[in-house]
């Protein structure tokens, strides 16, 4: 009896560090490469939402350098949304996001403001040959701070996760399939010890699944109201297929191993 219920104690353990494992592995790939990272921000500022929500911030800035443009606000700010969405922007975006990454990653994240001065003078370009009559000029050090960006408190509770983020992508999947293996082996030979993986896997990737899937639902409730819910929303959009592919792999090597384990099993007495 001791022996069954250390073994349902070890293989929950251990299919919810299987679950830590996917979302570390995963965060590991997405959040904390920075090259994926720069190429994803470059999708985000494409997405109308985060492209019109930046197009505020620059609209702000550039009438504010430029006071006579108050009354074509809507037209800078148009102007700006347009610049934003511009596949030729990628190279600018890729060295305005790395740095970023960076500070936040290194821990700096007092350091974390998205430069925008080279959007800003795109921007002004831009309105000249709507307005060639326009006497207008680029705002000075335009950046998206920590206002926009995200709490600094939330910068730098994301700093200090990456750090366990890279640990946990390798240990956790590691330890859990130890404990399933345990479990299984203390209801069993190793038949069952590598049954308990197989069925710990397919556990793994249901809860999974339903987190990405309470996940969408939240990221579509979401208020667009600031740069960074819209580009939480956008990514979640952009990323989501990644997730539920996660979920699909590790399901189907659940069930390949659960299946592995019953290949030469002699029937069962009744």
């Known amino acids: 009896m001791a022996a069954r219920a250390a073994s349902g104690v070890l293989a929950v353990l ?3 560090l299987l679950v830590v494992g996917i979302v570390a592995g995963f965060a590991r790939y997405e959040v904390l490469d920075g090259a994926r990272f720069a190429a994803t921000a470059d999708q985000l500022r494409k997405d109308p939402q985060v492209a019109a929500q930046l197009g505020i911030v620059i609209s702000d800035r550039v009438v504010a350098a430029n006071p006579n443009l108050r009354l074509l606000r809507p037209l800078v700010q148009r102007t700006a949304t347009s610049v934003l969405t511009r596949d030729s922007l990628t190279p600018l975006v890729a060295g305005a996001v ?4 960076e500070a936040i990653v290194s821990g700096r994240a007092a350091d974390a403001a998205l430069e925008l001065n080279q959007v800003g003078a795109q921007v002004v ?4 040959t709507v307005r060639p009559d326009l006497q207008i000029s680029a705002p000075a050090d ?10 600094q408190q939330a910068l730098e509770t994301a700093a200090k996760a990456a750090a366990w ?5 390798w240990l956790s999947p590691l330890i859990g399939v130890l404990l399933l293996a345990v479990a299984g082996g203390l209801r069993g030979g190793p038949r069952s010890a590598l049954r308990f993986v197989g069925i710990g896997l397919i556990c793994a990737a249901t809860v999974f699944a339903v987190a990405v899937g309470v996940g969408a639902f939240a990221a579509r409730s979401i208020t667009v109201t600031s740069v960074a819910s819209a580009s939480i929303k956008a990514a979640w959009t952009q990323l989501a297929p990644t997730l539920w592919i996660l979920a699909g792999i590790a399901a189907v090597i659940g069930v390949v191993v659960t299946a592995v384990t019953h290949v030469g099993e002699g029937p069962r007495r009744t």
Request: charge should be negative.
């Open 14 to 16: 251990g299919t919810l």
């Open 98 to 101: 790395e740095p970023v990454h």
């Open 125 to 128: 370009d831009a309105l000249r």
């Open 142 to 151: 335009l950046t998206v701070g920590q206002q926009a960006l995200g709490a």
């Open 165 to 169: 983020v890279t640990l946990a992508s």
